[in-house]
Antibody, heavy 114, light 109 residues
């Protein structure tokens, strides 16, 4: 059974940083592209970015709204995906989901507020 | 960045058929956009129904189907059930980046 478990969410002040993690199991993590998707309270889904697999040199893509502030990384030895968020803004407040697009985690809430 | 458009809301009668669509500001949606469809109920994480235009996940009920229709991606629900009331999102790929539609709130009434 595929499982994706996010962690690391919490309250952070504007301008601050936070790293959220995703622990994957039930599939060969190293073979797959992985995405981060977020959902602000009461709003729709927003694609944040993607990490390609080793065969594609772990290259990354980002949405324009987060490019230059967010960084996606992965550790295939730990079956883990990460999202480093810097220079956080109040509009980054959302539930952050780890997904391989056919499977989803339950999300972790990040709140940016003073 | 491309804009992906969906109907904001639709209503279907129990047992009825409804088609949700997903359009792109860049032109016709093709299989090269690898359309995905997701269902999300209040308080829950999204659940993937359709990937790569028309492929179903193992848990996708047979009453859901995906296709390309009139230059858009389409999700057709045939024989709607009360439990199908939810928000539905499409996702399109654009040379590496991905963009979600704004979602369609489907009411079964």
């Amino acid at each position: 059974e595929v499982q994706l478990v996010e962690s690391g969410g919490g309250l952070v002040q504007p301008g601050g940083s936070l790293r959220v993690s995703c622990a994957a199991s039930g599939f060969t993590f190293s073979d797959h592209y992985m995405d981060w998707v977020r959902q602000a309270p009461g709003k729709g889904l927003e694609w944040v970015g993607r990490s390609r697999n080793k065969a594609n040199s772990y290259t990354t893509e980002y949405a324009a709204s987060v490019k230059g502030r967010f960084t996606i990384s992965r550790d295939d030895s730990k079956n883990s995906l990460y999202l480093q968020m810097n220079s956080l803004k109040t509009e980054d407040t959302a539930v952050y989901y780890c997904t391989r697009v056919t499977d989803w985690g339950q999300g972790t809430l990040v709140t940016v507020s003073s | 960045q491309a804009v992906v458009t969906q109907e904001p809301s639709l209503t279907v009668s129990p047992g009825g058929t409804v088609t949700l669509t997903c359009g792109s500001s860049t032109g016709a949606v093709t299989s090269g956009h690898f359309p995905y469809w997701f269902q999300q109920k209040p308080g829950q994480a999204p659940r993937t129904l359709i990937y790569d235009t028309s492929n179903k996940h193992s848990w996708t009920p047979a009453r859901f189907s995906g296709s390309l229709l009139g230059g858009k991606a389409a999700l057709t629900l045939s024989g709607a059930q009360p439990e199908d009331e939810a928000e539905y999102y499409c996702l399109l790929s654009y040379s590496g980046a991905r963009v979600f539609g704004g979602g369609t709130k489907l009411t079964v009434l």
